[in-house]
């Protein structure tokens, strides 16, 4: 039997009620409950109904919701409630069959009209709760980039940026308040920008200029782009690794040994939904794995300090699993191996003739592919040139039946 709708979705924008259709309009009426933001209440209200402001942390009014199951309740949003918004989260708790939701305009959708850009050519990003360098795997020359403020710094912290990585011709378009009377929009060169009296509520359209270096869309980037001690899978074998644990969006992957974070950081820059957990008992490589990953534009990567097997436990099931070090401590293979889903990918290198000989049992025993991989860079040989070769790496790579 379908379950009627109790839970009503109703998008809101600064111009209140007037914006409202007859259909949201009705379902706020009907309401027993109405769920918002102060300034979400204000612009809707009055009400007869109850009415409950959000927590903080917002997740924190979610069992209030969920007790009026069976009632009508609606929670007010902005713009579209399933773009950035309250939606995706209230969607993981109650059923599609339970819902209604009745969208306004983005601000990503409002941003698009008001500077004339065709929705599909921008990157579109929430610097909400999120750091600013979250923007850093979108920049590059002739870019736009839309993104959603967290409050009225923002838009400074994102000249900054843009500055400090080549980018400080770009303009910054702030798109103030939009779809209201208090709506304003200014524009600015990230270099020297200086406008004041910013609104909390603001948007950013970024035309993204100046010879700032782009970070490359392939795997095995540059090998100075991560602060490392050396304990680093060097970008060539990289790009062989990440092939072969074959990221996917929204996978997880367990980066065992990370050292510098490298393989970790290159595969959520795979996809923006992709997650990483990177696993390193030394502390030092811990906090450099963090500050890799803030400044390659990943800030969501998770650092656990600790040594593996025992730092796995409580970490969520991989889709991935990459070994670049530590593969001789005892049942952590078999511990990597147990964790993944079916179909995960298990990659292990190894270097060191012990960790080879682990490897080419593991490749007896419950099969894969077992590869060696040799590099040689040129070198200068007095007036000449010559190879240099890098200690040959063996990769085993397994896939969970």
């Not at 109850?50 to 009508?72: F, N, V």
């Not at 989260?89 to 941003?111: I, K, N, W, Y």
């Not at 957990?277 to 890799?292: D, F, K, L, T, Y």
Request: aromatic residues 6%; glycine residues 12%; proline residues 6%.
């Amino acid at each position: 039997m379908r379950a009627e709708p109790w839970l009503t979705l109703v998008g809101i924008g600064e111009d209140g009620r007037a914006g409202l259709s007859g259909g949201a309009l009705d379902a706020l009426a009907q309401a027993a409950l109405v769920v918002g933001g102060q300034r979400h209440l204000a612009l809707a209200g009055p009400f007869a109904a109850e009415t409950l402001a959000w927590a903080s942390p917002m997740d924190a009014t979610y069992p209030a919701i969920l007790a009026r199951r069976g009632a009508p309740v609606a929670v007010l949003a902005s713009g579209d409630p399933y773009c950035y918004g309250v939606g995706a989260a209230l969607a993981r708790l109650v059923p599609a069959a339970e819902t209604r939701c009745f969208p306004q305009p983005s601000a990503f959708s409002l941003a698009t009209a008001r500077l004339g850009w065709a929705a599909q050519d921008c990157e579109m990003v929430s610097l909400c709760g999120r750091p600013v360098e979250t923007l850093v795997p979108a920049l590059r020359a002739g870019a736009r980039v839309l993104a959603l403020s967290a409050d009225a710094s923002t838009p400074g912290r994102v000249a900054d940026l843009l500055f400090r990585r080549g980018f400080g011709a770009s303009a910054i378009t702030v798109l103030e308040a939009m779809g209201g009377p208090r709506e304003r929009v200014r524009s600015a060169a990230a270099d020297g920008f200086a406008l004041d009296g910013v609104d909390a509520l603001n948007t950013l359209g970024i035309a993204v200029a100046g010879p700032g270096a782009a970070l490359s869309s392939a795997p095995g980037r540059p090998d100075a782009l991560f602060e490392n001690d050396g304990q680093i899978t060097k970008a060539d074998v990289r790009a062989v690794t990440l092939a072969r644990l074959a990221p996917r969006r929204g996978e997880v992957l367990w980066d065992v040994g990370a050292g510098s974070g490298a393989v970790a950081i290159e595969w959520m820059l795979a996809h923006p939904a992709n997650r990483a957990h990177a696993v390193e008992r030394h502390a030092g490589r811990g906090a450099r794995i963090r500050s890799n990953a803030a400044a390659l534009g990943v800030p969501g990567l998770a650092v656990v300090d600790g040594e593996a097997p025992g730092a796995l436990d409580a970490l969520p099931a991989p889709d991935a699993v990459f070994v670049g070090g530590g593969a001789t401590a005892p049942g952590l293979l078999d511990a990597c191996a147990a964790a993944l889903r079916p179909g995960g990918r298990l990659v292990v290198n190894a270097v060191t003739i012990e960790t080879q000989v682990l490897l080419i049992e593991r490749f007896r025993r419950d099969g894969g592919a077992l590869t060696t991989l040799g590099v040689a860079q040129a070198d200068a040989v007095g007036g000449f040139h010559g190879w240099r070769a890098a200690m040959p790496v063996t990769q085993w790579t397994w896939v969970k039946p």
